[in-house]
């Protein structure tokens, strides 16, 4: 009996990735060079972005008047924790002091909404190589580094944004819901992991507060829309990005990460990975210094400088006793387990249709369901 298999995670195997460098680099390796993580592969300078601090709304005042509250004059610089806008107590509040979240210039003030955009100062930066492997190609054109090295692939359903970086950050357990409250200024770089279900309200802060990535089990649909270019669809996709990539591990609606993928990213919590939502794929480096010799002993053919060694799409396999499953009906949905038995014969359910059900035995229990309603895993 033939049903879909989803690729899902592939362990410690060798691939091409690679670095993209950000800013006017000037690179530093040369092609065929061997390179450690924490080797500078580049130096180069950044323009970090902005944020938009709404005024009106901190100081309680009409945003027409916020003018004669800043301290600063547009255009100019403004450091970390300088005074921003100041506020006179009265008879029915105390002052109200606003500082600023970060070195920046002060670039705008909308006196119709009362926001004031800060502009982040340009910032010198040293780009590590990230990861064991060998320098493969070099496109300076393009300002990127391809190389061979070991890591471990997460393969998830959906996704929207570029390949960004940052550190894997846990925010709760595997079924929790992120919201706003989770989102701050410490998580900027950040991937974060955000449990069963991102709202919207989080998204806006994640992107706010400069997180590179969100992790999550589940999405609601209108919001993947809103992120994706208005789209519902599990093919990879190139262009959508709104300043956030995030890749959707189960599906639609609130649905906990699984065992597999949670187990990964709360050993890797802390550590360095890349994340391409639009491919629907979460890259972590190996950490073990002795995969280099599996690394030069691996011949790999030369690709373009891209990502899509791998796809997720479904391919179909023989179900047999003993295969790894997950639950992707609605009942038992997300669950994973190994196949004990198939019936032979099929059953006719209370709606009428006739199937073949297969027990499964998860963690916790045992149950049969339709096979129509599994997904091999591996």
Not at 321 to 332: E, M, Q
Request: net charge positive; with cysteine; hydrophobic share 40%.
């Amino acid at each position: 009996m033939l049903i879909n298999t989803r690729l899902r995670i592939e362990h410690e195997r060798i691939y091409y990735i690679i670095r993209e460098l950000l800013g006017t680099p000037k690179i530093l390796v040369k092609e065929g060079q061997q390179i450690m993580p924490e080797d500078i592969v580049a130096r180069s300078t950044i323009n970090p972005g902005f944020r938009s601090i709404n005024l009106s709304k901190l100081l309680n005042v009409s945003p027409k008047d916020i003018k004669k509250y800043l301290k600063i004059d547009i255009g100019k610089k403004i450091f970390k924790d300088e005074l921003l806008a100041f506020k006179q107590g009265n008879l029915f509040g105390g002052k109200k002091f606003i500082t600023s979240p970060t070195d920046a210039v002060l670039e705008s003030l909308d006196e119709k909404t009362g926001d004031i955009k800060l502009a982040f100062l340009p910032q010198d930066l040293n780009i590590p190589a990230a990861f064991y492997g060998f320098v493969e190609k070099i496109d300076k054109l393009r300002n990127k580094i391809l190389i061979k090295t070991c890591a471990t692939k997460i393969f998830g359903l959906t996704g929207s944004g570029k390949i960004r970086e940052g550190i894997i950050k846990l925010l709760g357990k595997e079924a929790d819901l992120l919201s706003k409250n989770k989102i701050s200024d410490n998580l900027a770089g950040s991937i974060i992991v955000g449990g069963g279900l991102v709202f919207e309200e989080a998204l806006m802060s994640a992107i706010s507060a400069n997180v590179s990535g969100i992790i999550t089990g589940g999405i609601n649909a209108k919001d993947f829309k809103a992120l994706s270019g208005g789209s519902l669809t599990t093919t990879p996709k190139f262009g959508t990005d709104i300043g956030l990539s995030i890749v959707v591990l189960e599906g639609f609606g609130s649905v906990p990460i699984a065992e597999d993928f949670y187990s990964i990213l709360r050993q890797n919590n802390g550590k360095f990975a890349l994340i391409d939502g639009n491919r629907s794929l979460v890259i972590i480096p190996s950490d073990d210094k002795e995969c280099m010799l599996k690394i030069k002993s691996t011949h790999l053919p030369l690709k373009n400088l891209n990502l899509a060694e791998a796809k997720n799409d479904p391919i179909l396999r023989e179900l047999t006793l003993g295969s790894r499953v997950r639950v992707i009906g609605p009942n038992f949905f997300g669950e994973q387990g190994k196949i004990l038995s198939i019936d032979k014969e099929k059953t006719t359910l209370p709606g009428g249709f006739r199937v073949f059900l297969c027990l499964i035995e998860a963690h916790s229990r045992k149950f049969k369901i339709p096979v129509q309603n599994i997904e091999i895993i591996s």
